[in-house]
């Protein structure tokens, strides 16, 4: 069973900064691609970035140059660096893995419980 873990949410004023984490916990699997969603009130959850397991990046537009996502290999851990932040950026933030079990073989993508990032003007 794997387990995503985020942490690093907040309360920030516009214009600051906040770094959001993800560890994965578990045994017996293989990540691929790993990626941060949010879902602000009344709105569909929707992609900020994400990154492949060879680390190339995907940002969408509203985010791009003002975030960036980053991943240790080594650790399974996703980090999304949010720096510039707008009112707009306030959500609920999810980390999301595309996972291969190693015994199953089979894939699924797994999802955080969530980080709530809110953001004053």
């Known amino acids: 069973q794997v387990q995503l873990v985020e942490s690093g949410g907040g309360l920030v004023q516009a214009g600051g900064s906040l770094r959001l984490s993800c560890a994965a916990s578990g045994s017996g699997y293989i990540i691929y691609t790993m990626g941060w969603y949010r879902q602000a009130p009344g709105k569909q959850r929707e992609l900020v970035a994400d990154?492949?397991?060879?680390?190339?990046?995907n940002y969408a537009g509203s985010v791009k140059g003002r975030f960036t996502i980053s991943r240790d290999n080594a650790k399974n851990t996703l980090f999304l660096q949010m720096n510039s932040l707008k009112p707009e950026d306030t959500a609920v933030y999810y980390c999301a893995a595309d996972i291969r079990s190693t015994t199953t073989l089979r894939s699924m993508r797994y999802w955080g419980q969530g980080t709530q990032v809110t953001v004053s003007s």
């Open positions: 990154i492949t397991a060879g680390g190339t990046t």
